[in-house]
């Protein structure tokens, strides 16, 4: 069964720092997604990851994937009050399971940045 | 170009009763997908269809069903509900063949 995890849970910083989110999973997949939600909202896509050393970027976040390592990596750069949110990452199964297109998510990282 | 539909957006319901839901799809998708957000559970897949086919379905009881209409709509219904189905549903579109997931708004159920 496929498991995601999701490092740190709770992460509380301020702003003006860089911080790293860490999300591993079990079995090979080669397209991963980070969402953003806020409180009482729905999910908001950040990144799709495509492939081995994928790398995107958009203002002060970045994701990477690393399928090897099974790992993705959101860094925040110069963290601002607008980022607090809680952030997910969830691994599409179509490719472990043919035809069955099914995101797995993590446990989510609740990210406190304060002035 | 609009986004996931879902109705309603918020709803009460007695244990016992039944719920629909619904979801329209972005235009062109095919593919819709249904997960809860619970709290203690985090966001888990309840099933996904594709072209009126139920592909997967996630480890929930019979009580869960669904269902996709010919223009890709989709509806997902609970039966005999219990307080443990308070939860946020969210319901995804995509083309298919992996493509990128959008999620709908969500519908707030809470069972009393």
């Known amino acids: 069964e496929l498991k995601v995890e999701q490092n740190p849970l709770f992460l509380s910083m301020q702003e003006g720092k860089n911080y790293t989110i860490y999300c591993n999973y079990s079995?090979?997949?080669?397209?991963l997604y980070w969402y953003r939600q806020d409180p009482g909202k729905s999910l908001e896509s950040l990144f799709v990851?495509?492939?081995?050393?994928a790398v995107k970027q958009e203002g002060r976040l970045m994701a990477s994937l690393d399928t090897k390592a099974r790992l993705s990596t959101l860094h925040i750069t110069a963290a601002v009050h607008d980022l607090s949110a809680t952030y997910f990452c969830a691994v599409d199964t179509l490719f472990i399971i043919q035809g069955a297109q099914k995101l797995v998510f993590g446990q989510g990282t609740r990210l406190t940045i304060n002035p | 170009k609009a986004g996931v539909t879902q109705t309603p957006r918020y709803l009460i319901k007695t244990r016992g009763q039944q719920v629909t839901l619904s979801c329209s799809p972005i235009s062109g998708h095919r593919s819709v997908s249904w997960y809860q957000q619970t709290p203690g559970q985090g966001l888990q897949f309840l099933f996904e269809?594709?072209?009126?086919?139920?592909?997967n379905k996630g480890n929930f009881p019979g009580r869960f069903s669904g269902r996709q209409f010919s223009n890709s709509r989709s509806e997902m219904n609970v039966s005999t509900l219990e307080l443990g189905d308070s939860a946020l549903y969210l319901c995804?579109?995509?083309?298919?063949?992996?493509?990128?997931?959008?999620f709908g708004e969500g519908s707030w159920l809470t069972v009393v």
């Open positions: 990851l495509l492939s081995n050393g």
């Open positions: 995804a579109s995509s083309l298919g063949q992996g493509n990128t997931i959008y």
């Open positions: 079995t090979t997949s080669d397209r």
């Open positions: 269809y594709f072209s009126e086919t139920q592909r």
